[in-house]
């Protein structure tokens, strides 16, 4: 207590001008759970509280100086010329003194003044900032992680028992608060979808591990800690815990993405998204973009909380924060039908097979279906458009079961991607139909070629192998009987020019496919209410 009371002596002669060694017309302060900031003229001054919140504890001074020097040799990772120093507050008399010269009783970072108007948040705000900028910042982010240490230790941190500790010690800190500030409901949903996930999905976290994906990073990445100047900086990185710093790199685009959403400019964090995989062809984050978004949610809805007694607006921002962390929840729980469609030779089967190794997924084809079929052998291989393993009846039962394929993963909570040109509106009303009985999400993405880059690809099959029967010379009865996609709403279906490399189309079409999913599940919530 009586520690406290000094540092709060402390903060109040820090409060005034002329405290400081250089010109400053007026002091801001502002606050948060674990630090009081000082902004003093051309320069901010960050102090450490003497607190101990379990997750981190700042009772000793020395742990105070120690953390101090921590953050200046962190940050400067990412704000070049930003952090000055770690500086000395004596005590000399009964007056307090920035500078050595008596008792050292404190110690605060020394930090260069950055221009509130140049920070993302308030460029979002003031309407400023622009899906080219965040393009910018999605590709430093990629360098800089590229840069950050991986090796050793550091791997531990991505491993799934290291995260299923993470996300239990937030539920746990959080059950004071559920029924008062948290929604009950929704909290043993967030907590048990993000329970299953773990157990369901290890392997994805392993994939992340192998692929060199963990890195010492940032851990607190959100809007109001980046600024667009030149070049762009970030500020405030986690000093005080490996554990909550270290780790996939996904986790702290999920923190700026949860972040720029909440701020309702989901297009801004796509756009960032679709930066850093561009730069880094990381497509992998996308498997685990929702779950660390949720967890990242409940972090600053916990946060909110511990505040919450202090500070009665963080209430209300505790139950928002845990909203948005249920609608993550719903959309890495929800399972997802992904059609892709469109004419042999559209490059369908392809981009379905670069989809499925990506989101590590079940892929289920109408041409390995079909070949199952016991007139498939009798037909003996290709043959005339509408004759043999082609006739509407034989099809229909290759389509069957390609349904009965997908509502089996769906059973398990699976998401399955569909490859089969659709051609047809009655099988695609069958795919709508399964994702509403499995409530499911269904996304076609529509694969269109010109007439002439068909034809060529067809040709090129000749005298080769491979599943699909389709030849050049069914193409004209192939492009007479597509139906076009018409009776598909905006939510379900989107396009994909394969005349462009698929390398190439790719970050754009899995930020859009994203996109899409996040908006059916949004539509399911409101319903809920």
């Known amino acids: 207590m009586g520690e406290m009371k000094t540092f709060e002596a402390i903060c109040r002669a820090m409060a005034r001008p002329d405290f400081y060694p250089h010109p400053v017309l007026k002091v801001e302060r502002r606050e948060t759970h674990i630090s009081v900031v000082f902004l003093a003229g051309d320069f901010v001054y960050k102090l450490k509280k003497p607190v101990d919140f379990g997750f981190l504890d700042y009772t000793s001074l020395e742990t105070r100086k120690k953390m101090c020097e921590l953050e200046v040799k962190l940050n400067r990772r990412l704000a070049d010329r930003v952090y000055l120093g770690v500086v ?18 404190e110690y605060g970072v020394r930090m260069r003044r950055l221009p509130d108007e140049a920070s993302l948040s308030s460029m979002i705000e003031t309407k400023k900032v622009t899906p080219g900028d965040m393009i910018l910042l999605g590709e430093r982010l990629f360098q800089f992680f590229e840069g950050a240490e991986r090796v050793g230790e550091i791997e531990k941190f991505g491993a799934g028992e290291v995260i ?78 490996q554990r909550l710093r270290c780790g996939d790199r996904a986790a702290d685009l999920a923190f700026l993405h949860m972040d720029v959403e909440r701020l309702g400019r989901a297009d801004l964090s796509l756009a960032m998204l679709q930066g850093y995989t561009e730069a880094g062809r990381d497509f992998g984050i996308y498997t685990v973009l929702d779950f660390y978004s949720c967890y990242r949610a409940v972090v600053k809805a916990k946060v909110s909380c511990l505040s919450a007694g202090k500070r009665n607006e963080m209430r209300g921002r505790a139950s928002r924060y845990f909203d948005l ?62 004759t043999g393993i082609y006739k509407p009846g034989i099809r229909a039962r290759a389509y069957s079961r390609l349904m009965s394929a997908a509502q089996l993963e769906l059973k398990k909570g699976r998401s399955v991607i569909l490859d089969a040109s659709f ?90 496919v994203y996109s899409k999913k996040q908006n059916q599940v949004a539509r399911i919530i409101k319903l809920l209410g």
């Open 423 to 512: 051609s047809k509106k009655k099988w695609r009303e069958e795919a709508v139909r399964l994702a509403e009985d499995m409530d499911a999400n269904i996304l076609f993405l529509e694969c269109l070629s010109s007439q002439p880059t068909l034809l060529e690809r067809l040709t090129g099959r000749e005298g080769k192998g491979g599943l699909s029967d389709a030849r050049k010379e069914h193409l004209p009865g192939l492009l007479k009987e597509f139906e076009p996609l018409e009776e598909l709403g905006e939510a379900q279906y989107m396009k994909i020019d394969t005349e462009a490399p698929l390398e190439a189309r790719l970050p754009l079409v899995l930020s859009t």
């Open 325 to 386: 962390a249920f609608a993550y929840a719903v959309q890495f729980a929800r399972p997802s039908i992904f059609v892709l469609c469109g004419l042999p030779g559209s490059g369908k089967s392809t981009w379905a097979k670069k989809i499925a190794e990506i989101f590590g997924l079940c892929l289920f084809s109408s041409d390995a279906l079909r070949q199952e079929l016991p007139e498939y052998g009798e037909s003996g291989g290709p043959v005339a458009f509408a």
């Open 164 to 241: 299923g500790f993470n996300t239990e010690e937030n539920f746990r800190q959080l059950e004071p608060f559920v029924g008062d500030l948290i929604d009950r409901q929704r909290f043993e949903f967030v907590m048990e979808a993000s329970r299953t996930f773990l157990k369901d999905r290890s392997a994805l976290f392993q994939r992340r591990i192998d692929g060199g994906k963990i890195c010492d990073g940032h851990g607190d990445l959100r809007a109001e800690h980046v600024y667009f100047l030149d070049p762009i900086q970030i500020i405030d990185c986690v000093e005080f815990s």
């Open 88 to 105: 000395p507050i004596c005590a000399k008399g009964d007056q307090f003194l920035l500078a050595e010269g008596g008792a050292e009783i």
